[in-house]
């Protein structure tokens, strides 16, 4: 069972640089979405997804952008990265959006920004 | 906007006693779940506890139940005969019709 896969695991960017987390999920699930983690604190939503076509923007959206072409892939671009975006991503997906659906995490991407 | 509040920064508490980690969660919406994951220091998120606004019962899983005050929107995780194990980050998540977000999460550490 692949459930939600992220990568890469590991990453350190230079400054201005542009890169993309990749996040994969084959549950056939609608509901994808990112979110960062900083040290010691809680998971905060950046974009969120529900179907093919449909993204919309979470708590902290800006220097990051979306995509999702398909039910299956849902990356996040960083367009220039900056030092604040040294953080933890996780990718998660649920099998619609609404109340009763278990989200499902992907391992985390350690981000780091030079 | 929507909001999880989590009061508790930091517990600790001593093994085998009980110990309750609160959670509001802050939504116009009347159809809502709130759901509570543990973290721990290796880094993935464990799904433990789910509790829908509807459900009649207060959630149980093993060690783990659910205070559910509908009126208040708050959902305390009550984890019972603590074990050094439970050391671990706790996160409140709710979920709407919009989205999904998280608190600020508690770190709990359990006492031998």
């Known amino acids: 069972n692949a459930g939600v896969t992220q990568t890469p695991k590991f990453q350190v960017l230079k400054t201005g640089q542009s890169m993309t987390l990749q996040c994969a999920q084959d549950?056939?699930?609608?509901?994808m979405s990112w979110y960062r983690q900083d040290p010691g604190m809680g998971l905060r939503l950046i974009h969120y997804?529900?179907?093919?076509?449909?993204?919309d923007q979470g708590e902290v959206p800006n220097g990051y952008n979306v995509s999702r072409s398909t039910t299956e892939d849902f990356p996040l671009r960083l367009l220039s990265a900056a030092p604040s975006q040294t953080s933890v991503y996780f990718c998660?997906?649920?099998?619609?959006?609404?109340?009763?659906?278990?989200?499902?995490f992907g391992e985390g991407s350690w981000l780091t920004v030079v | 906007a929507q909001k999880i509040t989590q009061t508790q920064p930091g517990m600790f508490v001593q093994e085998k006693e009980a110990v309750t980690l609160d959670c509001t969660y802050d939504t116009s919406d009347q159809s809502y779940g709130l759901f509570w994951y543990k973290q721990p220091s290796s880094g993935e998120m464990i799904f433990l506890i789910y509790?829908?606004?509807?459900?009649?019962q207060n959630a149980t899983e093993g060690r783990y139940s659910l205070n559910f005050q509908k009126a208040r929107k708050s959902a305390n995780l009550v984890i019972s005969a603590s074990q050094l194990g439970d050391s671990a980050m706790y996160f409140c998540?709710?979920?709407?019709?919009?989205?999904?977000?998280f608190g600020s999460g508690t770190r709990l550490s359990i006492r031998p």
């Open positions: 997804s529900v179907g093919a076509g449909i993204t």
């Open positions: 549950m056939n699930h609608e509901y």
């Open positions: 509790q829908g606004s509807y459900d009649e």
């Open positions: 998540s709710g979920s709407s019709a919009s989205k999904i977000i």
């Open positions: 998660a997906s649920s099998r619609v959006q609404g109340a009763r659906n278990t989200i499902y």
